[in-house]
């Protein structure tokens, strides 16, 4: 059983930016699959971002391209975010999670306690 551990967020101005990590132990998450996902206050939780198990292949939400980038560090059992260009409209709970394949999106793991990220207008 894998445990996830996001941190990294805050708050930050529009415009801004943020880089948030998730660490993954109890077993190492390099032959998977992983993805970013929010939870806005009352909304339901989204996809952001997902990769690949070597990082070489992406995928974003529409309204993240450009502006948030996924990638990875198998040694060292992490997953990134960087977020560029924030919104308020980002505002959210973010949360890492290993997947079942990159496209499909479909999360595999438990949630972790999200790490939290405020952008003021």
């Known amino acids: 059983q894998v445990q996830l551990v996001e941190s990294g967020g805050g708050l930050v101005q529009a415009g801004g930016s943020l880089r948030l990590s998730c660490a993954a132990s109890g077993r190492t998450i390099s032959s998977y699959a992983m993805g970013w996902f929010r939870q806005a206050p009352g909304q339901e939780r989204e996809f952001v971002a997902t990769i690949n198990w070597s990082g070489d292949m992406t995928d974003y939400q529409d309204s993240v391209k450009g502006r948030f980038t996924i990638s990875r560090d198998n040694a060292k059992n992490l997953v990134y975010l960087q977020m560029n260009s924030l919104k308020p409209e980002d505002t959210a709970v973010y949360y890492c999670?290993?997947?079942?394949?990159?496209?499909?999106?479909?999360?595999?793991?438990?949630w972790g306690q999200g790490t939290q990220v405020t952008v003021s207008s």
């Open positions: 999670n290993v997947l079942y394949s990159w496209r499909a999106h479909e999360v595999r793991g438990s």
